[in-house]
């Protein structure tokens, strides 16, 4: 396929050239390197080829080449070309993930056989990847966020796409939303995902401790500080840190933290010696912090930086088409926790969950899930009476089709009333009747059309 490359490492002119001749007359399509850094630019989760790279070479040698391209994808295949000296070298390499080596002198047609089952190794590995995500495997998606409305479809898309990029995300919802499952499914989706994955809950951190807690000490730093320890920010080196209600950070600690997110550097407390930083970082918020960068809580700067992306995870009561379905996952699970046979839902019961306004969200659902599935009726605070009225039950409709419209276009307004075939105003008015206050639903407050 003319989309598959052979990228051709090796500082040695003359074997560069010589090399690339044979794998042309073979039939590949080879993009010959002088030095490792250009490839680590060429090199992607989708990338499509092969890497061929000598082991000895100035700056970067190519065994330090091999562990940065499998830190972006472990299943690009790398060969490494080896001196007689490097025979014990190459087969250590190999243990670590390298696809195969070949010796010098070699033979044009020995390296194209190899790189030639390299290819079709990589060429499965991507048709896999593709036909389990059409299946919704390869991602476990479907099963972690569960549900067929338009809003959640759209969330998951979203997080296949930008799930395999390094960019920092800002994941916004509800308390019980499952804030959490996205921001685990994006750092699993990464090439990231075999490296920590650190959450850090920001409103549970001693005030006095916080800054310790994130950047780590040296010994003597503060009293009481025996020993230099690590902080959660090194801990996560080369992964994906989650900054688990960003909001209650406090206002001077952010500061500093946008030095990290910019830089990606930091210092210890009681050192001047500044550490490099490989991280990703993700965010989440009960409500948008647009709010709070207007009350003087968060700044302004440090909210552009991590919203680069920025996902909005919406409540039961905008997806109720979804609680059925997800009630009767959770009860399984559940059932299969706690040891017991499968366990059956009536439909009376789906109806009356369905029905239900659920404002702890998922968290509220699973644990009503684990209930049933030992046997514990709902308790009568939790359940209510369906709407009986005919009134009742199409203002109960107005009202969940207003939300999930309103979610499906991110808060917008102009296309929620088009798409509804309401004027602005009877909009407005209906919003105001329902008490659809779309800062609790996770969306900012819009004045103008867009």
């Given amino acids: 396929m003319k989309s598959e ?20 007359l073979a039939g590949l399509e080879v993009e010959p390197l002088p030095s490792a850094e250009p490839a680590l630019d060429l090199v992607n989760f989708g990338f499509r080829g092969v890497v061929v790279t000598d082991i000895r ?12 391209i499998h830190d972006i994808d472990p299943e690009i ?93 800002l994941i916004i919802g509800e308390t019980g939303v499952g804030k959490e ?56 080196q080369g992964g994906t840190i989650l900054l688990d209600e960003i909001g209650s950070m406090p206002i001077d600690l952010q500061g500093k933290f946008l030095r990290v997110v910019q830089d990606r550097i930091i210092t210890r407390l009681g050192s001047n010696e500044a550490c490099a930083l490989d991280v990703r970082f993700l965010a989440t918020s009960r409500q948008p912090l647009e709010a709070e960068v207007e009350k003087g809580l968060f700044r302004a700067d440090l909210l552009y930086r991590l919203n680069v992306a920025t996902l909005h995870v919406p409540p039961l009561s905008a997806r109720r088409e979804d609680v059925q379905l997800l009630f009767t996952k959770l009860v399984q699970e559940a059932a299969a926790r706690h040891r017991r046979e499968p366990v059956a839902v009536p439909p009376q019961l789906l109806e009356e969950i369905a029905n239900r306004p659920w404002p702890g969200n998922v968290r509220e659902l699973r644990n009503a899930a684990d209930r049933h599935a030992l046997g514990i009726p709902l308790q009568p605070a939790e359940s209510r009476e369906a709407p009986q009225r005919l009134a009742d039950r199409v203002a109960a409709f107005e ?52």
């Fill in 181 to 236: 499952v996205v921001a685990r499914a994006l750092h699993d989706l990464s090439p990231r995902a075999r490296k920590p994955f650190i959450a850090i809950n920001c409103a549970a951190l001693p005030a006095n401790l916080i800054e310790s807690e994130l950047f780590g000490h040296e010994a003597g730093a503060f009293p009481g500080a025996m020993r230099p320890r690590y902080g959660k920010f090194e801990y996560a």
């Fill in 5 to 24: 490359r052979i990228l051709l490492v090796d500082d040695d002119a003359e074997m560069r050239l010589s090399t690339t001749q044979a794998l042309d």
């Fill in 57 to 68: 070479m100035p700056e970067m040698d190519g065994l330090t080449l091999m562990n940065r």
């Fill in 399 to 450: 009202r969940e089709t207003i939300i999930a419209t309103l979610s499906a276009h991110g808060g917008k307004l102009k296309p929620v009333y088009e798409t509804l075939g309401l004027s602005r105003k009877t909009l407005y008015e209906k919003m105001q009747k329902y008490g659809i206050d779309k800062s609790q639903l996770g969306m900012a407050h819009e004045d103008a059309d867009e």
């Fill in 77 to 169: 295949p790398v060969i490494l070309v080896t001196g007689h000296g490097d025979i014990q070298l190459a087969v250590s390499a190999m243990r670590e993930g390298a696809y195969d080596f070949v010796e010098k002198p070699f033979s044009g047609s020995q390296l194209a056989e190899i790189v030639a089952r390299a290819l079709e190794y990589r060429r499965v590995v991507l048709e896999n990847r593709v036909l389990r995500a059409a299946a919704g495997q390869a991602d476990d998606l479907e099963t972690r966020l569960v549900g067929r409305s338009n809003t959640m479809v759209d969330l998951r898309r979203r997080i296949r796409t930008i799930g395999p990029t390094d960019a920092d995300v």
